[in-house]
């Protein structure tokens, strides 16, 4: 008896899901439409992305503005794979904050900062001396950092 019950309320149901298709085919025809087109246009404007788990051990890599940011997502995860990471940033507070957040997240010890501030050359020649002295080589350099005229970012 209690299978009767089910059966008939859920033919019920399923005859109430079919006259709202019925009466609404073209407004669910739009939104799905709609959707489809916003959905491959995120996706074409994301574009690709790397899933790959390749070790970059021994590769040593500067990315400028890795304190914060996309820029400190990308130092945490080539610290994973390996790398010495060296991150270029204005502040040498937010700067050494993220060296301790970069090393805790990849369980690296190999990250370190140097200051640098893109809006002044005398900065970047400073820079570019420092890392001529103490490193020996640069495999990646990454230019992240966004040279635009704000108040810096709050501390991380
Ligand atoms: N977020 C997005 O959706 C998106 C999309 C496409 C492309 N991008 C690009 O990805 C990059 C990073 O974006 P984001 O969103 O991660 O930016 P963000 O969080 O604003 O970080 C920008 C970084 O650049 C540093 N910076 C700014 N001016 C500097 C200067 N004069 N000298 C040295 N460092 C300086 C900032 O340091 P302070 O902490 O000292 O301010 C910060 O570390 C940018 O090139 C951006 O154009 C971002």
Redesign the pocket.
């Known amino acids: 008896m209690y299978d009767g019950v089910i059966l008939c309320a859920a033919m019920e149901y399923t005859e109430v899901v079919q006259n709202f298709i019925l009466d609404h085919k073209i407004g669910l025809s739009v939104a799905v439409s709609v959707g489809v087109v916003l959905w491959g246009i995120r996706r074409y404007v994301k574009g690709p992305r790397y899933y790959g788990k390749r070790r970059i051990d021994g590769k040593t890599v500067i990315i ?10 990308t130092a945490i995860d080539l610290a994973k794979r390996g790398a010495k990471v060296i991150i ?4 040498m507070t ?1 700067g050494n904050n993220a060296v301790d957040d970069i090393k805790r997240l990849s369980g690296s010890t190999n990250v370190s900062v140097v200051q ?5 050359l005398k ?1 970047v020649r400073k820079f570019a001396e420092e890392i001529h002295k103490t490193e020996k080589r640069l495999d990646i350099l990454i ?6 005229e ?1 108040a ?2 709050k501390p ?1």
């Open positions: 400028t503005g890795g304190n914060t940011g996309i820029g400190k997502e270029a940033c204005r502040d937010r640098l501030d893109l809006a002044s900065s230019n992240n950092a966004v040279m635009c704000k810096p970012s991380v």
